[in-house]
């Protein structure tokens, strides 16, 4: 479904991913994983549109979206939840789930999609009117989810959910993402809990400076000692 | 202007001159079709936000995100521009734009009030109601407070948010446009008064707090409360200063303007 190859890209001028290739297949989990900086960000950005590639090409079901803008991308089904959350601080929970939908290609099925993320999320139902700065760090992760879903994603791009968040707060999250990839969604997760990614993922790629220096099953990469040490950063 | 900060941090120096560029399309409409200027806004309006959009796409949008002194200059710039293209065009005695209203009256009760003011007051409150409702219930005006709460974020969202910066500054423009031929009926105009109108709009903005809209409604009051009562029960100039002064102490007191905590 989604192939990336040879990709280059950076801010600047600097380079941060160097010569990266990922492939993903539709209905995946799959985990990206690397120390602070080894370029886990500015690959997702470099997914959604956000970052322009030095060099290398994207290739989603098939179509080189390579030079294709952020808005294209949504509309394609490319959606990213960023690290942080970044929901919009000043609007309701409604507002946040129908900015999620604004795209061409949601916009039609809104109502129908905020009762789906009701469905999964039933405390954003009780919260539709309160603003978004002052939900809870799980709530607003619940949001920014929430928000993805309603662009109609076909790969849904999980940027560090675990982030801030407690073991309850997680579990109950994760316990959503594997429900979403039953349901058919292809999921690219950034983390940097090691073990919570290695569990949910069938496969990983382990960066490290800007390559890949891992790839593989989950429970392979697992037992790699190359793992921890790219971990670290050694 | 506070909308146009809000999405793409520029403060168009040149938002008086555009006034009055709306005032002297009028007159030129007046001399050409004898156009009363409430009738000729239909005309003045599309093609202010037009000029508008050009003006931004070639002038203004290159310039976003650089230092805010150079956008500063930039519009400073157009603002010269637009005041000496005027002055070229229609030459530099004050003109007059009659207008069917112009001189009619309205009595309450004890009080006289000059109709234009009447006009323009009902139908500024009306926009402002409208711009609020816009801003507030329509996909649109979610974008603009999307990208002004968090452009990346908005981004993400598939929110094309250059076109929303356009946009907005067409809307701006639009509204100018009708904001001229509001003040524009009893006024003689001149090409270099744009810049008093750019003044008062910045002091009205920033007392409100830039971008919080319920601030800015309010900082409109103030200003022009103090100044109507400062010439009333003061002398005219000391009048005239009285916006000024109250503009000081409240920014002395309270440096975010009328905003409190729940806005930015």
Redo the contacts between chains.
């Keep these: 479904m989604l192939e990336i190859e040879n990709l280059v890209a950076g801010y600047g001028g600097v380079e941060v991913l160097r010569d990266v290739s990922v492939k993903l297949s539709a209905g995946e989990i799959v985990g990206l994983l690397g120390a602070n900086n080894a370029g886990k960000t500015t690959l997702i950005n470099a997914l ?1 549109g ?1 970052v322009a590639p030095m060099s290398g090409r994207i290739l989603f079901e098939g179509r080189d979206v390579t030079r294709l ?3 294209q ?3 394609l089904g490319i ?2 939840v ?1 690290e942080g959350r ?6 309701s929970v409604r ?1 946040n789930l ?3 939908g ?2 061409a290609r949601a ?1 039609p099925n809104r109502s129908r999609q905020m009762e789906a993320v009701f469905d999964l999320f039933p405390r954003l139902k009780e919260r539709l009117s309160q ?1 978004a700065g002052t939900l809870s760090g799980g709530e607003q992760q619940m949001l920014a989810i929430g ?1 993805g879903l309603m ?1 109609e994603a076909k790969l849904l791009m999980l940027d560090e959910p675990s982030l801030g968040l407690s073991p309850l707060f997680i579990k109950y999250i994760f316990d959503i993402v594997d429900r979403l990839q039953a349901e058919g969604l292809t999921i690219l997760l950034v983390e940097q809990n090691l073990m919570l990614t290695l569990r949910h993922a069938e496969r990983c790629y382990v960066l490290e400076r800007g390559q890949v220096a891992i790839e593989g099953p989950s429970d392979v990469i697992q037992d790699d000692p190359r793992t921890r040490s790219a971990y670290l950063g050694l | 202007m506070g909308l146009l900060y809000g999405v793409s941090g520029v403060v168009n120096f040149s938002h008086g001159d555009f006034i009055s560029l709306g005032m002297f399309l009028c007159l030129a409409l007046y001399s050409a079709l004898s156009l009363d200027p409430y009738v000729s806004v239909f005309i003045t309006v599309p093609v202010m936000m037009a000029l508008g959009t050009l003006v931004f796409r070639f002038l203004i949008r290159p310039m976003i995100g650089h230092q805010f002194l150079m956008i500063v200059q930039l519009t400073l710039g157009l603002s010269l521009v637009l005041q000496n293209g005027i002055l070229m065009v229609f030459g530099g005695q004050p003109a007059r734009t009659p207008s069917v209203v112009e001189s009619k009256l309205m009595i309450l009760g004890e009080v006289v009030l000059r109709v234009p003011h009447v006009i323009a007051f009902g139908v500024s409150f009306a926009l402002a109601i409208g711009l609020f409702l816009m801003l507030r219930s329509t ?1 649109f005006g ?2 603009i ?2 990208v002004h ?2 452009a ?9 948010v250059g076109r929303v910066q356009v946009l907005t500054f067409a809307l701006g423009i639009g509204i100018l446009a009708i904001a001229a031929a509001l003040l524009l009926p009893g006024t003689p105009i001149q090409p270099t008064q744009g810049l008093r109108y750019t003044v008062i709009t910045l002091l009205v903005v920033v007392l409100g707090g830039m971008t919080n809209f319920v601030g800015i409604m309010l900082g409109g009051l103030v200003i022009g409360i103090s100044e109507a009562f400062g010439t009333i029960y003061l002398s005219n100039t000391l009048g005239a200063l009285m916006p000024y002064v109250i503009f000081v102490l409240i920014m002395l007191f309270r440096p975010q303007g009328l905003t409190w905590s ?3």
Aim: charged share 30%; no cysteine; glycine share 4%.
């Design positions: 959604s956000m803008t952020p808005r991308r949504v509309e959606v990213q960023p970044l929901v919009f601080p000043e609007m507002e129908q900015l999620g604004i795209n916009k603003d928000r662009a | 996909d979610r974008s407070r999307a709460q968090n990346h974020a908005a981004a993400l969202m598939g929110v094309d729940s806005s930015r």
